[in-house]
């Protein structure tokens, strides 16, 4: 499976792999901690939006404990009374409302980003963490429209369809992939996609 998106690049070997991952499979992290990921903030000249501003947007709308990680729109936070769409709706709203900016966010609770990490099954073929792409559904009923995609061949890239996220091992890099473009075609704005290291980095984050 295969997706583009650029971000630093690690070169793991799998057994570092299993390290990250495989333990605390049954903890969701602190009560309350949630993932937001903001699309297609900071790419090229279009949407810029410092981590400073967009901490403050979601303070303002009752959250606490916010932090950012990197410069691409992915933020944890503490919001005990408001999860998943709504918590994305409102983000949405504050931002086209303070900063004129319109993007789409998909929210996840720390258990629901758990489980995308503990469902990943490409880490034994991936060697390298910018390549393989986490390509998270804003609606898991969107992964049926992926099926079709599974009966074509990508060699050497691989797709996985999961619960609540579709998996992209590109190895010849995300900008030449052509099943990344395949899979951006048929969802669009549908997903946001982070690559494993950012994955891994903000499923950290939800433990503290």
């Keep these: 499976m295969l997706c583009r998106f650029q971000e630093q690049s690690n070169l793991v070997s799998f057994s570092d792999l299993l390290i990250d991952f495989t333990f605390d499979k049954g903890g969701s992290g602190v009560e309350g901690k949630q993932v937001a990921l903001i699309r297609g903030i900071n790419v090229g000249r279009a949407k810029r939006l410092s981590m400073a501003d967009l901490r403050i947007v979601i303070e303002d709308i009752g959250c606490h404990d916010v932090r950012t990680v990197l410069n691409s729109g992915n933020v ?11 918590a994305a709706l409102r983000i949405e709203e504050e931002l086209s409302r303070q900063l ?6 998909i929210v996840l ?8 990490v ?15 792409l986490v390509a998270v559904l804003e ?11 599974e009966e074509q061949v990508w060699t050497p890239e691989v797709l ?29 704005e549908a997903i946001t996609t ?6 891994l980095k903000l499923y950290e984050l939800t433990k503290l």
């Design 100 to 105: 004129s900016i319109s993007a789409r966010v």
């Design 118 to 132: 503990n469902d990943n099954p490409l880490v034994a073929i991936a060697n390298n963490y910018s390549r393989l």
């Design 160 to 188: 996985s369809i999961g619960e609540k996220a579709a998996y992209l091992w590109c190895p010849e890099g995300v900008l030449v992939s052509r099943l990344a473009k395949a899979v951006g075609r048929i969802l669009g």
């Design 76 to 86: 944890v936070f503490v919001a005990p009374d408001i999860t998943g769409q709504a």
């Design 109 to 116: 609770t720390a258990a629901e980003l758990l489980g995308i």
């Design 194 to 199: 982070r690559n494993w290291a950012t994955i």
């Design 139 to 149: 609606n898991p009923e969107d992964r049926i429209r992926l099926k079709p995609l």
